[in-house]
């Protein structure tokens, strides 16, 4: 069976991506912010998987590591199945919970959900040349219009799963709100896996946002690469630098571009103008580090019962298994 590689899931996908409303509002406060989103177009999700693979980088290697031991129990707990990853990018890690249901399973999707164009069609066509006799199509759009499609197209059974502690991007706030249109795209029964970071000492913590080899310096500044090429802007990127530090209290990294001169920068497409003054910062991402416990309490005020939890030897990492009652 042919399957096409991507469903768009909004006709005007980039035309609504291409609003920047977002930049606006967090470019003209104080302090400055830029949404995380921007860091994932293509040069940046190619970054990021070059950051997975950093000896400083723990969260990618530890969580493979517990899937590595425990997919083939999560896949006996789901049966047969809809799986549907959100934030997917290669789906390097989601290969050892397919593998473990090739095994078990003789009916199951799987539909992997990016903002990334070209790293997820390069993704779906190596699944699905590995994986043949199942269906396997990458759904292109933001977590938004993924939920609301799925919650529209409930027909089987499904586990929702979202890896890599994304969700400790989210204010508690906005993890409020995304853990509830989860529950909504879940009928009773269906399941939601979600792996987050653990709260541990901040030496570690840094040192995995700060890497020796520059990186994340890297994949950091390349966002304002992306908004020169998407909003035609003139961001000279060595006016800024990178810098992550853990902060106790929110117990969250928080990642930083700091302006070493004062200088001012436009943005055509958004006829926006912009000044920074040197030493002046733009937060363009946090990192909540959780609570394991905590977790399960919040998924359960969402209808979400936890079944089971996984972490490594020196719990650094957690998956949390739960189902929609």
């Known amino acids: 069976m042919v399957i096409d590689p991507l469903l768009i899931l909004d006709n005007h996908y980039q035309d609504l991506n291409n609003d920047g409303e977002d930049i606006i509002q967090g470019l003209s406060k104080t302090p400055k912010s830029l949404p995380p989103k921007y860091f994932y177009d293509d040069r940046g999700s190619q970054l990021f998987e070059q950051i997975c693979q950093l000896p400083e980088y723990y969260p990618t290697r530890t969580e493979a590591a517990i899937l590595s031991q425990y997919a083939g129990e999560i896949a006996q707990i789901i049966g047969n199945c809809e799986l549907v990853e959100l934030g997917s990018g290669s789906s390097t890690k989601t290969r050892l919970l397919l593998d473990?249901?090739?095994?078990?399973?003789?009916?199951?999707?799987?539909?992997?959900?990016?903002?990334?164009?070209?790293?997820?069609?390069?993704?779906?066509?190596?699944?699905?040349?590995?994986?043949?006799?199942?269906?396997?199509?990458?759904?292109?759009?933001?977590?938004?219009q993924a939920l609301a499609h799925l919650a529209a197209n409930s027909l089987r059974s499904r586990m929702i799963f979202f890896l890599g502690s994304s969700l400790g991007n989210f204010t508690p706030q906005e993890a409020e709100k995304f853990l509830s249109q989860i529950a909504l795209a879940l009928k009773p029964g269906d399941y939601f896996l979600l792996g987050i970071d653990l709260q541990k000492p901040k030496d570690i913590l840094e040192a995995a946002y700060n890497d020796s080899q520059g990186v994340t310096a890297a994949f950091n500044l390349n966002m304002l690469s992306h908004l020169n090429w998407r909003f035609q802007g003139n961001f000279d990127l060595n006016l800024f630098k990178h810098q992550a530090i853990y902060n106790v209290v929110d117990t969250q990294i928080e990642m930083y571009?700091?302006?070493?001169?004062?200088?001012?920068?436009?943005?055509?497409?958004?006829?926006?103008?912009?000044?920074?003054?040197?030493?002046?910062?733009?937060?363009?991402?946090?990192?909540?580090?959780?609570?394991?416990?905590?977790?399960?309490?919040?998924?359960?005020?969402?209808?979400?019962?936890?079944l089971k939890t996984w972490t490594d030897p020196q719990q650094w990492f957690g998956l949390i298994l739960c189902q929609r009652y």
């Open 100 to 144: 473990a249901y090739q095994k078990i399973a003789d009916d199951w999707r799987y539909l992997p959900i990016d903002i990334s164009g070209g790293i997820l069609k390069t993704s779906v066509l190596e699944l699905q040349a590995k994986y043949p006799e199942f269906f396997i199509q990458g759904l292109l759009g933001t977590y938004e």
């Open 257 to 306: 571009l700091h302006c070493q001169e004062s200088h001012s920068v436009t943005l055509d497409t958004l006829n926006l103008n912009v000044g920074f003054a040197a030493g002046e910062s733009i937060l363009t991402e946090i990192s909540r580090k959780f609570d394991l416990a905590n977790m399960q309490q919040q998924l359960k005020v969402q209808g979400m019962k936890t």
